[in-house]
């Protein structure tokens, strides 16, 4: 399990979408028992050299069932069946059980001055869980099968469209390509009924109750507590930090909403937008609101058009996915990097099956900790899926680069890293870039008078994406404190939605309506706040890696491509996964040790200028 990044949670373990942390784990045999083994190991007080021991055979014992976790993962992602989901739910109890017995015994060496290497680890062990259980294999038993249920949920939901049932890859589609308000109010809803929303919302709060339990058991306060002890800094602090940096970016969000709005309101009249108030979020272009780029056509500031639709020159040129994915490929390559594996290209899963059920969403997985690398994506090809194919080649090279790493250092600096690599490598899809590879000609090349079209282009994605990925875990902390109860689920939810985002739902909400299960990382146990982080990051990375390449223009208008030097320098970065505190791996490539919103801010500011004076005599904010 270690290895999904973006997939499905493994109970406790990280398997997939919680994957990072740790991976994988055990047989469920000696639960509770101290893996020092003896009596007197158990009574006398522990040394060094044992703590050095338990994290030894603690890191052999996941290393080995973190295969076998991943690959029982990997069938059941690709194959969803009643007895895919048994097996997936036999191992994700397993893997919670190994995952809590070790946290668990990670507290008889709390007193011992370790070397640096082991304390860290040790807080790995301990900390990195997702979603613990009590020590006990009926608590981890339900919870896995309350996950299960809610994550098969998510991917075998459809709706009834023209008699024919649409599953949420095409409502996404739909969401993306429909200008028709009724038909997008109607598609919002149909897929926030396509599971069974009561049915979620009470498995959502039962596994809440036994995963805060788990924490409690483990020393903290709650999950949240243990889920922002990951970043090499207290709880509080880390917390800070992200209210620190979304009061550095909120101000272009409020800009790009204004401007958005007032343009949605011009397409469709004040009976569907008003000009006021908060935005109908079903007609930002997305599912859930949370990016904007499908909207290119209609968010276009002044006269300034978009300069080429990369959808249309995808279509035009032939591109299938799976070549999407070898321009993805190339360029990590031209960057130095090693290809991938001829196993990457025989097993990932590129295209959509129609014969069975899979979790469409998109994740990249090491299967071996070595380098079985795959992606599992149904990939259609437009501009999104072009900076997806990019964004899980990005987790999939990172994890190349770590595999000779200790078992748990093999891992992201923090998780927002992780998520980070491949967006910073598309952030230089830029029109040179297209016209290098052929996919732009050269007489279509955007002149500067393109500029505040591209950056409307890249805002609509990366800004409208940021209150989005705060609020997911606004919400989720505020649950997992008690401070949101069951009955309120949903009107916390919108409560949030409304006061981050500035949307509204387009109709009334059902008493029993649970809308955070129509978003994959909630019905699924993914940690948000990575991408939060991932957005300030890749624009760091970004920035630098423009420095190093020398580069004086733009920023939206560099490219890394082909540079050799910078690759080296970020695989650098890379190959340290999780073994130094992040602020060392961030200083390594960029040369500062902190989070900071300047760069992306500095990379939209023209944009940003041009909005404020376009805004000026509107009435923002909602
Ligand atoms: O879940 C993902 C990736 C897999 S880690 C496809 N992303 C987030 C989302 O889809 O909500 C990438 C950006 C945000
Ligand atoms: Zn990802």
Redesign the pocket.
Known sequence: MKAL??GVAIGALLVAGGLYVYKGMDSGTDVGNPAAGTDAAVTSEPTVDDAEQFLADAETELREFSEFGARTAWVQNNFITYDTNWLLERMSTQSTEMAVRLATETARYTDLDLPGDAERKMGVLRAGITLPAPNDSAAAARLSELTTRMGTAYSAGTMEIDGEQVDHNELENIMRTSRDPEFLAHVWNGWRRAYDPAQMSSDYAEMVDIANQGARDLGFDNLAQMWLSNYDMPADEMEAEVERLWGQVAPFYEELHCHVRANLNELYGDEVQPAEGPIRADLLGNMWA?GWSSLSDVASVGDSEPAYNLTELLEGAGYTPVQMVETAETFFTSLGMAELPETFWERSLITQPRDRQVAC???AWNLDSEDDLRIKMCTRVNADDFV?VH??LGHNFYQRAYNHQDFLFQNGAHDGFH?AIGDFIALSVTPEYLVQIGLLDESDMPGADADLGLLMDTALDKIAFLPFAVMMDQWRWQVLRGEIQPENYNEAWWELRNSYQGITPPVDRPADAFDPGSK??IANNVPYLR?FLSHILQFQFHEAACEMAGWEGPLHRCSIYGNEEVGERFNAMMEMGAAQPWPDALEAFTGTRQMDGSAIIAYFQPLMERLQEENQDRNCGW
Request: hydrophobic share 15%; net charge negative.
């Open positions: 990044l973006g949370q969403h998109a994740s997806t964004h899980e998520e994959y990382h991408y």
